[in-house]
């Protein structure tokens, strides 16, 4: 058992903003249990070439907002069993390994104790290096949506975080050892584990706090039917204090900020924030894509959420998930939101329902429970 400050590498990629989120969050969560560690968060595709970066980046927001049906496609096309000799998967694996020797160099180049992935792209290449026996480094698999793809599952590897119970199972249906799983829930920040009181963060964010909170969220990346679903909220005759984000989408953020809200209203739209716990907190409900860091922030704030347009595939089964457990209402289509919502807003058991089973789902502590179990893991 070693006695110096372990050496930990958080390995993610840049498809979407959740990953990255994931790490963000490990990363804060492991200096603050254990403040002596050398931590590294490395987003996997910053140290691939442009043309790779781009199409499994950039194609998957492409896809997202012009055929999300084909992601939906690939997402069960590759959710069977396949050997890990199989001649496509060796291609694709190949394929990546090519694009991605700077991770090579960067493990070669350091001691490092563990490798933690909340992508399994990196996960796949970890693993991959470990069956040719050009790295040792033990690394452990973080999930990060509410059920668990075959993708993720790699050998070998020492250790999965899941977000459930039926997450794990399913890992166990793929053959890994129910010792090496540990069911903590999706690691988001650790501002969510803080308990911040809704007057000081209404404050914090120059909102009134007098009528119905509804929170608006495009994702870090701001994609989707935006302008849309946020013409719809104006469209509700309910009172609303509507905060809409816009992400990182400037030109969004303005188009939105052209549109005259009815006196009824009271609305605040924002760019990219780190401070959306604090949104969260205050928010009686969030109108988003059901993405897995996404869910998980809005459940650790006891937040309802109505879910719209999630993407066929992953955000599908976060969307199943949450309306099984009694977190959630869907919105199959921009038309009708003000008709649903309006009805939810009307209803004030259901909504103190929604928000009663979302606090039941919850795990802000998932960043602290993922960092721990590495630390120990860097130190057997």
């Not at 493990?107 to 996960?123: K, P, R, Y």
């Not at 470990?130 to 668990?148: A, F, K, S, W």
Request: net charge neutral.
């Amino acid at each position: 058992m070693q006695t110096r400050p372990p050496r930990l590498l958080i390995l993610s990629a840049s498809v979407g903003a959740g990953h990255l989120r994931a790490a963000q969050a490990v990363e804060l969560a492991l200096k603050a249990i254990e403040p002596e560690a050398k931590v590294k968060n490395q987003d996997a595709l910053e140290l691939t070439n442009k043309t790779f970066r781009r199409l499994y980046g950039q194609a998957y927001l492409d896809l997202v907002n012009r055929a999300p049906h084909v992601l939906g496609y690939l997402y069960d096309l590759l959710d069977r069993p396949r050997s890990a000799d199989k001649k496509s998967d060796r291609l694709r694996v190949l394929v990546e390994r090519l694009n991605l020797r700077k991770v090579l160099k960067l493990l070669q180049g350091e001691t490092w104790d563990v490798i933690i992935n909340t992508h399994f792209l990196s996960a796949e290449i970890i693993a991959s290096l470990r069956r040719e026996q050009e790295i040792e480094t033990p690394h452990m698999t973080v999930t990060t949506d509410y059920e668990t793809h075959r993708l993720w599952v790699t050998r070998p590897c020492e250790h999965y975080c899941t977000a459930t119970e039926e997450g794990a199972a399913y890992l166990g249906h793929w053959g890994v050892n129910e010792r090496d799983i540990t069911v903590t829930g999706i690691p988001i920040h650790p501002a969510f584990s803080e308990h911040q009181g809704r007057a000081t963060c209404l404050q914090s964010q120059g909102l009134v706090g007098d009528r119905t909170i509804v929170l608006q969220l495009a994702g870090g990346f701001g994609v989707g039917p935006i302008e849309k679903i946020y013409r719809g909220l104006l469209e509700i005759d309910v009172p609303l204090e509507i905060v809409s984000v816009a992400g990182r989408n400037e030109e969004i953020k303005r188009e939105l900020e052209k549109i005259e809200v009815p006196p009824q209203h009271r609305s605040k739209v924002i760019g990219f924030t780190e401070k959306i716990h604090e949104l969260m907190v205050v928010a009686d409900l969030v109108l988003s894509k059901p993405g897995g860091l996404t869910t998980s922030e809005v459940l650790a704030s006891g937040s309802a959420m109505a879910i719209i347009n999630p993407v066929p595939g992953q955000e599908t089964r976060n969307s199943d998930f949450l309306l099984e457990n009694g977190a959630a209402i869907k919105i199959n289509n921009v038309a009708t939101l003000p008709y649903k919502l309006t009805r939810l807003l009307g209803d004030k058991e259901r909504l103190r329902q929604l928000k009663q089973n979302a606090a039941r789902l919850a795990r802000p502590q998932a960043a602290f429970d993922v960092a721990t179990i590495a630390v120990s893991l860097a130190r057997s």
